[in-house]
Structure formats: C-alpha cells, structure tokens
C-alpha cells in the first residue's frame, strides 16, 4: 500500500468537515485482513471527537447483517430464495403481491414502494417490528413483482427480520436472533439493534448546518428518541463500532466464515454476491436523478443487503475502480463498506452529519477510489 495515497483518504474526509458537510467520520482500510489505515476525524457530538469505539447507528447498513441471517436460514432448509413471502407472512399475498418471493424482498423488486414508516405506524412505532409488519403485508403492490426495482428502505428488510421470527424454532425475538446468531459468534460485542438513549458511546444523528432541510426535526425525533434500547428495525437499526463492522466483513472476505464460525456457506455467498437485478435501474432515486440531470442508477443488488460493482461507468458506492466483483453496503446518507476480492481491500466509512440520497453515493465512491488508488 503507499502510504501517501492512503493518507489522502483522511484528506478528503477532513476536507468534509473543514466544510461543513459533515461533523466527523471513522476510517479503516484493510488489505488481506490486516488494518493498514485507520482514522477518526472531526467530532460525533458537541465537545465530542470521534473516537475508534464509537457506536454509530449504521443505518442500512443494517439491511447486510440481516440478509445473512435470511441466507444462513436458506443453508438450514428453512425456506428457498422462491419461496413466497405470502407463505411466511400470512397475508402479505393480497393486493397485487401473490407472487412475490423471499428473493424479491431481497432484491427490493417484490412490489412495494419506497418508504420508512409503512400507512398506519407512527415514527415513535417504527421499532414495533410485530405492528410494523402487519402494516407493510397490507400495503397495496405498486408494480407486478419482478417487474422493476425500487429501493424499499424500511419495508422490504423489516419484513424479511420478521421473516426471521416467524420462522425461528426458538422462538426468539429479532434483536435476541442477531445477537445470538450474528453477533456473539463473530465476536462483533459492541454490536446491537437498538441502543439505550444514554450509552455514552453512542453517536447522535446529526445534521450539519449546511444540510439541514425541513423534515430534519422529525428525521432526528425519530432516530435519537424512537430507536431506543427495545426497538426492532432490520432494515435500518443496528448500532456497532468500526471494529466490530470490520469483523462482519471479514466473515464476508472470507466467503461466509469467520472467527471459526460458518455463517452460511461458500456456495451459497458466491451466488449471492451476483448481480440479482440485471440492468434494472434502482427507481427509487428517480427524482434526484431528473432533478440534478443524472444517468439513471443502475440498481445492481446482490442478495447480501446491498450492492455489487459491476461492469460499465455508472455511479457505484464500490468506486470506479473497483473490480466487477467488489461488494458494498450504504446506509442512507453516513455509513457504508466495500469489500473488493481482486485487490484484496476492505474499507469501511462510518460518520457524523447527514448527507442524503445520491451525493452520499458519492462520497463513497470518492473515498473507495483513493482507498483503490493506494494499492500497488
């Protein structure tokens, strides 16, 4: 690695906060396993500077740790990637969406339409997993299943945790599977859904000046007051430090196992890894992509909880310059990590201070292409 190209990924970051784009950020670098860079810049609160055991609401960055726990249960023989949704979750076949399969929700290609908070839940309800799923099986289908591709956010991966439940032999509850089934075995102690308001570790939800917009009240009401120690948000809630995101994507380096534990197999992670949507474009982004006068954002999802490079030079969260293979994870405007098998390099982003929708994206890029350009 040269050290003076690693050094201005720290740049670039700090660059962003010198700015006022965001408030701070933790960095860290890794080739063939082994940490080469790792930084924390800038504050994660008032008087507060980042620190590398922050615990960082990962946003959906979240939706990687449950689709491993739904592709561990595929390993099991629980349920296939064709089985339908509807016969998970009772009801969810009306309305337009009989078709739809566990790899459809997967996809975010299994009808329903972007959205947080479904019709009928309140944000101070969105961690009522049971009352939330409920609502997301009613929801009229906006398109045939398979027929587009439109981001979900909090739909589709909320319904795929109560996948989990309802179909656990323990009978356990969502936050109880990831801890005994993800966390604890990988080692990853400083990881969780749902965080207690006052862990002195935890980072608040932050705008910077310069991004505030007019739904940022209700935005910050929700994640610093509703995603407390009890709520249950697969798509979206899991709190963990860099480190302890760092040995989940080691797990995934290593094609499912890590720590001596199988969390699902290679077979199974090779498959998952492909492209599942083909050269569908990801509609959610639609109107950010009319309004700034964009290409169209290729979709790309693997079954992993996020997305795969690719081939083409269209905006990627991987970085240009990341070979074909390279998988990533984004969690809506502050978090994100990309694996890249060729080059052997991990990196993982985690920050302070909200920058939404497609410019996030490109932070990410930005960051993973300096990332890139220090490998020899």
Sequence with gaps: MDSAALDRVGASTQGDINSGRILGASILIARGGQIVYRRSLGTVAADRPATDDDKY????????????????????????????????????????????????????????????????????????????????????????????????SGLGYDLLGHILVNTDPKGRNFRKIMHDDLFVPLGMTDSSFGLPLDDPRRVPVSFTEQNTGPTTPAMLGMFNQAFDADAEVPSGNAYSTIDDVFRFTEALRSRGTANGYRLMSPALFDYARQ??????????????????????????????????????????????????????????????????????????????????????????????DLALAAVS
């Design 275 to 368: 492209n599942h949507t083909g050269e569908l474009p990801n509609e959610a982004f639609n109107f950010e992509v009319q309004a700034r006068n964009l290409d169209p954002l290729i979709a790309n999802f693997t079954l992993l909880g996020g997305y795969v490079r690719g081939t083409g030079h269209s905006l990627t969260s991987a970085g240009y310059t990341a070979s074909p293979e390279t998988i990533t994870a984004v969690g809506g405007a502050s978090t994100g990590w990309m694996i890249d098998p060729q080059h052997d390099l991990t990196v993982i982003y985690l920050s302070a201070g909200f920058i939404e929708g497609l410019r996030h994206f490109e932070r990410l890029q930005r960051i993973n």
């Design 57 to 152: 609401l990962l946003m959906s960055m979240s939706k990687s740790f449950t689709a491993a726990l739904i592709l561990r249960a595929v390993d099991q023989g629980r349920f296939g990637l064709d089985t339908r949704v509807d016969d998970l979750v009772p009801g969810f076949g009306t309305a337009g969406k009989g078709r739809a399969t566990l790899r459809h929700l997967m996809t975010h290609t299994a009808g329903l339409p972007f959205g947080m908070v479904p019709p009928g839940v309140t944000p101070a309800q969105i961690g009522d997993l049971p009352r939330k799923a409920a609502a997301i099986a009613a929801i009229p289908a906006a398109f045939a299943p398979g027929a587009r591709c439109v981001y979900t």
